[in-house]
């Protein structure tokens, strides 16, 4: 890709992108249409054939900048691409970090997945489930294109100064970067990135020759992701008035293409799995008797040898025993889930719906996917309803 033509998409993108505050912007959209391209050239078959499906033959790098494109119109979402994690924790605190009671946006004080991990997970989840409308798979596919670039923004993965928005910095000799003066998480979105003067597709050329010398490949979860920039961010971390120069650019540029090259490796192998899981709808069970024990033949068939049966109360008739915000109901007594019931926050109680009518879509955007290793397949199949 030339320089011309670059800089002409650039120009003829709607004003209201501009408009959306940069803390949303994730690496900028050359940044996530980077990641995408890169992640797209890594898809499986099925991978590729599930996305042309979805979008019409649209690439993944003309949809990556989606999520920030529908912001004004969709105040619920702003939360959605970053995680405030305190410079001062150690990492990741999924009741502290995702449940922002005290934030201004809408629904921020009903939702306990308010923020860019639970939203990976969950729209992972839309995005398999074959009951789910082609609507909100497609939406699902944009989010996720967009929020794991985001995650793997060092900047947003910290809280303080608001992820680096409140530290103004001179970036090359300058203290205006266009319209507004320079600020930390500016600079990491777009400002890094447009100093190495490659091109998008200069840039994902780079990138594969990157990964080939440094041996990357994908690995681990949101929650990891998120980790790792929160680690990267400390070293990175600028106080107020403190200078961009080539020094900070050579000391960072390498954590740059790391943090790119892994997201599009981590995109491209989220979406593999998402389309190669993809089954077949199973017939819901008439009674909440029945749907349990489905449950515990499935569970018993596909988890590993555990002792940790016992370790939350299933399995040992513990009825009306709470935890982490679940209530152990009398239907439940003696079926053991193993390894795939975890401790959760109080999100309200987790009930097998008698009538098996439950919208399993609705199921799946509200019932936390951090209680179970393999909620989808409990959600899809058996038909839990969120009270």
């Not at 050239?41 to 494109?69: P, R």
């Not at 398999?128 to 967009?146: C, G, Q, T, Y």
């Not at 397949?377 to 839990?384: A, D, G, H, N």
Request: glycine fraction near 8%; proline fraction near 4%; charge should be negative.
């Amino acid at each position: 890709m030339n320089r011309i033509p670059r800089i002409a998409l650039l120009v003829a993108v709607p004003l209201v992108v501009w408009l959306v505050p940069t803390r949303l912007l994730g690496w900028g959209r050359d940044g996530h249409a980077i990641v995408a391209a890169l992640a797209q050239a890594h898809l499986t078959q099925g991978a590729k054939q599930g996305v042309q499906t979805l979008l019409n033959d649209q690439s993944l790098a003309s949809i990556a900048s989606w999520a920030d494109e529908v912001r004004p119109q969709r105040d619920e979402t702003y939360d959605w691409h970053f995680v405030d994690i305190p410079k001062s924790a150690s990492g990741f605190d999924d009741a502290r970090d995702c449940y922002r009671p005290e934030d201004n946006h809408a629904g921020a004080q009903t939702d306990h997945h308010n923020c860019v991990v639970d939203r990976i997970e969950m729209f992972k989840q839309v995005l398999m489930n074959p009951s789910a409308s082609d609507n909100d798979r497609v939406e699902a596919l944009k989010f996720i294109v967009h929020f794991v670039g985001d995650v793997h923004q060092p900047f947003h993965a910290i809280g303080d100064a608001k992820g680096g928005n409140g530290i103004s910095v001179s970036e090359f000799g300058s203290s205006q970067c266009g319209a507004h003066p320079c600020n930390l998480h500016a600079a990491w979105d777009t400002g890094l990135i447009a100093h190495t003067n490659l091109s998008q597709q200069e840039y994902v050329q780079h990138l594969e020759e990157f990964i080939s010398q440094q041996h990357l490949t994908a690995g681990g979860q949101p929650e990891d992701w998120a980790n790792e920039s929160h680690k990267y961010v400390q070293a990175a971390w600028l106080n107020d008035g403190e200078q961009i120069d080539e020094n900070y650019y050579k000391s960072q540029i390498k954590v740059v293409d790391t943090r790119l090259a892994l997201a599009g490796l981590r995109l491209a192998a989220l979406l593999n799995d998402a389309f190669s899981q993809q089954t077949a709808p199973v017939s819901a069970p008439t009674t909440a008797w029945s749907a349990i024990q489905q449950a515990a033949r499935d569970a018993a068939a596909t988890r590993a040898t555990t002792t940790r049966g016992d370790e939350f109360g299933l399995g040992t008739g513990a009825h009306g025993r709470q935890m982490g915000g679940l209530e152990i109901l009398s239907d439940t007594e003696g079926v053991d889930f193993g390894p795939y019931v975890r401790p959760a926050r109080p999100f309200g109680l987790l009930r097998f719906s008698a009538a098996c009518d439950s919208d399993i879509v609705h199921v799946a955007r509200n019932s936390s996917p951090r209680v179970y290793q393999t909620m989808s397949l409990v959600e899809r199949t058996y038909c839990f309803s969120h009270d």
